[in-house]
């Protein structure tokens, strides 16, 4: 009986030959992708965040700005998934501001979709002197991800990993000026970059020591350098990047980078950060992210969010998992996830079939399936 | 090196200053506004197209070219005004309802301008009423939406199904961009091109005025 026709019985506890309680953690699963040994199945995970909300009728705006509800949304999520195809981790994720709203970006809220920009926190230089350090435990909605981290460390902590993002400091500085102007104040005033820069990074910082403390990971999301030279990148983003994973590293803050976008330029550069793991969006191929950096970092991703997962069939996400596993799972190094964030409106049964299409070809040892 | 290509190589490098100040020498030397504009300025932000394009420069050296060619806009202006104006196309541009992203949006806005389309920008954050005013009131060739947000993808629904509705007259072709959007969901709303990118807009900007001509 194949892996495939065991999964279908719901009540029967053996995958690939092992009963259930033989089966690997999460956390195992995931040390053997950093140890670059063999577990029983690629680690993954779909990323599922403020659609768990939208699953269960949550609005969007309540989602955002109480932990007790955004907990109560993933634990939900998490529930909802036959015992044998629960995710190995969970990704917390509310929007892209928190941390430059705690800076003073203003947002606007929003009840059925997540918040857009609304007011840069330093419109002229001069405003850079009124920034504070945020205090993750007060400001803005900080404390809303780790009352939610908490929560849910203490409900499932246990059995599932726990990452929650945040913004790299690059990105940060477009929140805090506004994209477009950022971009010409990298030509016109690279002192302003490097203050802005110093802010950010010191802000992310503290915020990653408190998510552990809470129980997550930190999960640094940085599109804004796709958008620049390679140059670029490593005269402003790459120093304060490094600099953040050393220190957290001290801190016992393991630093995982997650870049939307075009990041084929400055992927090696990306790697030289440091950080343990880079998870890539759908414009990569993930078989070339591996042969490129997999020696540095473990790879992560990356089946398409919103063609597949949200508007695909369980087929066609059968087939891009297949087709990634293929790609990047040998020699171990590698976690199955998707490109980004799935979207609001993804259905749940896509969800599950990824974590399915997981088992059927993801199993160690892999065999050319 | 002649002044013309003097011009071009500054708003290449975004040297806005220069390109200001070559602008009023080439004035000075008897050259017509015209001749700047077309042998100076969009010979410019062409090799800024191309060059955006084959990933030799990012957004901020694009921002700063077009920074140039504003400023040196910004003084024959008032030199052209009143002429009727030579335009290879105009192209209505917003950002969907429920959307505030514009980086990509204004890239567009800046390639298509640098390639001589008329462009109209209705913002951000605009509903398809918007997208329908500016259609009739504007009569443009090409309209363009743009969407970073998954959640904006039904608005790209919205905003062709309402265009379709209104009843245009003068025949238009839509296109769409943006990273939450693709050929796929171009095909499911109805769209008739999709970007990639900034560059690769221009190429299919192109590509529709060339079906409107032949009247496909």
Redesign the interface.
């Known amino acids: 009986m194949g892996v495939l026709d065991r999964l279908a019985l719901e009540k029967d506890p053996f995958i690939g030959g092992k009963n259930m309680t033989q089966l690997m953690t999460p956390k195992e699963r995931i040390r053997a992708a950093f140890d670059r040994s063999e577990s029983d199945r690629v680690p993954a995970y779909p990323m599922s965040c403020t659609n768990n909300a939208t699953m269960m009728g949550m609005p969007v705006v309540e989602y955002s700005t109480d932990g007790e509800k955004m907990a109560q949304a993933y634990i939900e999520y998490y529930k909802r998934f036959k015992p044998h195809l629960k995710p190995d981790v969970l990704i917390l994720f509310q929007d892209t501001f928190v941390e430059a709203e705690a800076l003073g970006t203003k947002i606007k809220l929003?009840d059925?979709?997540?918040p857009?920009?609304?007011e840069p926190a330093i419109d002229s230089p001069k405003d850079i002197e009124k920034l504070k350090i945020p205090d993750p435990a007060r400001d803005a909605r900080m404390p809303v991800m780790l009352e939610c981290a908490s929560i849910v460390q203490r409900e499932i902590g246990k059995e599932v990993k726990i990452g929650a993002v945040c913004l790299g400091p690059f990105s940060i500085c477009g929140a805090l000026r506004g994209?477009?102007r950022f971009?010409?104040d990298?030509?016109e005033n690279p002192p302003l970059v490097h203050r802005l820069m110093e802010i950010s990074t010191e802000a992310l910082y503290r915020y990653g020591l408190a998510l552990k403390k809470a129980g997550a990971s930190a999960s640094v999301s940085e599109p804004l350098p796709t958008?620049?030279?390679l140059e670029?990148y490593d005269k402003y983003d790459y120093p304060y990047l490094k600099d953040l994973v050393a220190r957290w590293e001290k801190a016992g803050v393991h630093c995982f980078l997650h870049v939307?976008?075009q990041s084929d330029?400055i992927l090696e550069g990306l790697a030289r950060t440091g950080c343990w793991a880079i998870s890539v969006d759908e414009n990569m191929d993930i078989g070339e992210a591996k042969r490129r950096v997999g020696d540095k970092v473990v790879v992560v991703g990356n089946v398409d969010?919103?063609?597949t997962m949200?508007?695909g069939t369980p087929e066609r996400i059968e087939a891009e998992v297949r087709d990634c596993i293929r790609k990047a799972a040998s020699g171990s190094g590698y976690i199955l996830s998707t490109g980004c964030e799935c979207?609001?409106g993804t259905p749940f049964e896509n969800l599950e079939a990824f974590m399915e299409a997981a088992w059927k070809y993801g199993t160690y040892p892999l065999d050319g399936r | 090196m002649d002044i013309l290509e003097e011009i071009q190589k500054n708003l290449i490098g975004g040297k806005y200053a220069q390109v200001a100040e070559l602008t009023r020498s080439a004035l000075d030397a008897g050259l017509l506004p015209d001749t700047i504009i077309h042998e100076g300025y969009l010979r410019g932000m062409e090799a800024v197209g191309q060059r955006f394009k084959a990933q030799e420069i990012w957004v901020p050296e694009v921002l700063m070219a077009a920074k140039a060619m504003n400023m040196g806009m910004e003084i024959l202006a008032p030199l052209i005004k009143g002429q009727p104006k030579e335009n290879r196309g105009k192209v209505v541009i917003g950002t969907v309802k429920g959307d505030v992203h514009d980086i990509g949006k204004n890239l567009v806005k800046i390639m298509l301008n640098g390639t001589g389309f008329t462009v109209v920008d209705i913002g951000v954050d605009a509903s398809p009423q918007k997208f329908v005013n500016a259609a009739i009131g504007e009569e443009p060739d090409i309209i363009g939406m743009s969407a970073l947000l998954s959640t904006s993808i039904p608005r790209i629904g919205d905003t062709v199904k309402a265009l379709r509705q209104a009843g245009i007259k003068k025949p238009y072709k839509t296109i769409i961009g943006g990273a939450a959007v693709s050929q796929q969901v171009a095909n499911d709303f109805g769209a008739d091109a999709y970007a990639f990118d900034a560059a690769i807009a221009v190429e299919k900007v192109k590509e529709l005025m060339g079906k409107l001509r032949e009247g496909k």
Request: negative net charge; proline residues 7%; glycine residues 4%.
């Open positions: 929003r059925d979709a997540e857009v920009w609304s994209e477009e971009m010409i990298l030509v958008i620049v030279s670029y939307c976008g330029h969010p919103i063609d949200r508007y979207p609001i």
